[in-house]
């Protein structure tokens, strides 16, 4: 799908599919007849539930899973704000193609396949301390290049970043949509010193000054503050929620990413769960803004979809429960407690 204006996507964004209760109802109808006392699994019974609503499947599949890596330069890295130069952004794709990052092996171990896309690595964004990063072209086409990387066979899709500077970013993002500055969402990111992070909040700060106008309106500021890898994760999450695809979103910077479109509509993001929560400073209270509740929290902050395919083998387990457990009825087991195991404690 191509978007001409803000106006168009932002339509495209309000105009989301309900789901398949009918599916998430027999799932829950099958859990309940399952060798287990009720509830037991905890939030493994919910997740099979919330793949089947938004897959529309009963029990929901996870044969196809892919993972979608966009990767973008950023103008505000010669700021000095990343422990890293703006041509490792470069260097780690060439490494995600010849199999040598955490993510490669990642994506293998979790039976998943690995997509990764370069978007306009020559072409850095502006400094958006002094320019919007994006011009509204330039954003509504990264955004067309997410929605078209989301295959429609998918069963379920796991989002993830690789851009030098992203986290400045990501936190610029965060602030304009739910508030305070730089101090609040800055985080150390690469592992950045005192100098560099103090230059990282003050780049904030400058950039929402310099675009207080548009930052009421959500996809201007992603423009204005955002990237083309940032912009394409936003395009790859309303594709999934447009195509019935569960999504699996990484850390902080993929989270901010989709982040617009919870402020567009509150229920944007029900197809979507959090892999993890990062190290990143920032992640945990996005994450709180969001209402999103992470499966995992393992300290990690590398980026590249990392969490995200963790998140994947608690996917596996869950449905492999669901699907391979025997009913009450199946194994010949009473499903009824015994009477001194029901009565209710007193004291």
Not at 156 to 166: D, H, P, Q, S, T
Not at 277 to 285: L, P, Q
Not at 302 to 320: D, K, P, Q, T, W
Request: charged share 20%.
């Amino acid at each position: 799908m191509n978007f001409t204006s803000f106006s168009q996507l932002r339509a495209a964004c309000l105009d989301l599919p309900a789901g398949h209760s009918v599916s998430s109802a027999a799932v829950a109808q099958r859990e309940a007849a399952l060798t287990k006392p009720p509830r037991s699994l905890g939030r493994l019974e919910d997740v099979v539930a919330w793949l089947a609503h938004w897959q529309g499947h009963a029990p929901p599949r996870l044969d196809t899973v892919e993972i979608l890596v966009f990767a973008g330069n950023h103008g505000i890295a010669r700021r000095g704000v990343s422990a890293y130069p703006a041509e490792v952004t470069g260097q780690m794709v060439a490494n995600f193609a010849a199999g040598g990052a955490a993510i490669n092996q990642l994506a293998r171990t979790a039976g998943a396949v690995l997509r990764v896309m370069p978007l306009s690595l020559d072409r850095p964004t502006a400094d958006f301390t002094e320019a919007p990063a994006l011009s509204e072209g330039e954003f509504l086409e990264a955004v067309a290049a997410g929605y078209a990387a989301v295959s429609s066979h998918c069963d379920l899709v796991c989002l993830g970043e690789m851009g030098i500077a992203n986290t400045t970013a990501a936190a610029a993002i965060a602030a304009a949509l739910f508030g305070g500055g730089g101090a609040r969402w800055a985080g150390r990111g690469t592992g950045i010193d005192e100098e560099s992070l103090a230059r990282k909040r003050a780049a904030i700060d400058s950039a929402l000054a310099r675009h207080a106008a548009v930052l009421r309106d959500p996809l201007a500021a992603a423009a204005a503050l955002g990237g083309r890898e940032l912009a394409a994760i936003l395009g790859a999450t309303l594709a999934t929620r447009h195509k019935d695809i569960p999504v699996l979103l990484d850390g902080f910077v993929c989270t901010a990413a989709a982040a617009p479109l919870a402020k567009l509509r509150a229920d944007t993001l029900a197809h979507a769960l959090a892999g993890h929560v990062s190290a990143e400073s920032g992640h945990r209270m996005l994450l709180d803004e969001l209402g999103l509740r992470p499966l995992l929290d393992l300290d990690m902050r590398l980026g590249e979809a990392s969490g995200a395919a963790v998140a994947v083998l608690i996917l596996r387990a869950a449905l492999a429960c669901h699907t391979g457990m025997a009913t009450f009825a199946e194994a010949g087991v009473s499903d009824k407690p015994t009477a001194a195991a029901a009565a209710p404690k007193v004291g």
